[in-house]
């Protein structure tokens, strides 16, 4: 590597590993103090940065929390191959339930208050949370109809809307656990019935 390579790398490296803390303080003070209570000099305090290097890459707090979600949420993971369609769903599940009941699922839920009042939250939300997953429930659909368990794909926007919406629900509306009863029950009374009710007409 020539001097002239090396001149122009490192302050790459050093601006993405500085982004990166910042992100980090973001998120960790985001389940400290919820969003309401996160200030941007708080964030500059945590990450050991300077206030003008927080406003001159970030002009206000949406935008802030806005790129450290995606920089959280925005991968998505594999989908779970058990061989079954129930051990899939059963799986995909028990992850989902398991990220909802973390400190990660606690953040989500504090920063969708704020979302309410803000676009561009709700359209990160909705981006990283819930349209990057589709391909995990299209996955599972598919391996299903190789297996010959279900007829085709059809229904892969119905089982990621519901699959979804059933856990937001326990999550934000009731005192119960999110727990392996609870996505058996899912699983064998709301999912496999809606994904084969079709096969049986």
């Known amino acids: 590597m020539t001097d002239v390579e090396t001149t122009t790398a490192a302050p790459t490296r050093r601006g993405t590993q500085r982004r990166e803390a910042i992100c980090t303080a973001v998120f960790e003070l985001l389940g400290e103090v919820g969003y309401d209570r996160m200030t941007m000099d708080a964030v500059a305090a945590r990450a050991h940065a300077s206030k003008a290097t927080i406003y001159r890459s970030w002009p206000d707090k949406p935008e802030l929390v806005t790129e450290a979600l995606i920089k959280k949420f925005s991968d998505t993971p594999l989908p779970p191959d058990t061989g079954s369609l129930r051990g899939d769903l059963l799986a995909m599940m028990s992850q989902a339930c398991t990220i909802t009941n973390s400190a990660d699922g606690a953040v989500i839920t504090g920063v969708m ?6 676009p561009q939250l ?4 909705y981006e990283c949370m819930y349209e990057s997953k589709k391909t995990v429930h299209e996955a599972i659909l598919l391996r299903a109809v190789e297996r010959g368990e279900v007829d085709s794909v059809k229904s892969t926007a119905l089982l990621h809307e519901v699959a979804h ?7 934000l509306w009731t005192t119960e656990p999110l727990d392996d009863e609870f996505s058996h029950h899912i699983v064998d009374d709301v999912l496999i019935p809606l994904l084969t009710y079709n096969q049986s007409q």
């Open 113 to 118: 208050t704020a979302a309410t009042l803000n």
């Open 122 to 125: 709700a359209t990160t939300l």
């Open 165 to 171: 919406a059933l856990i937001l629900m326990r999550k």
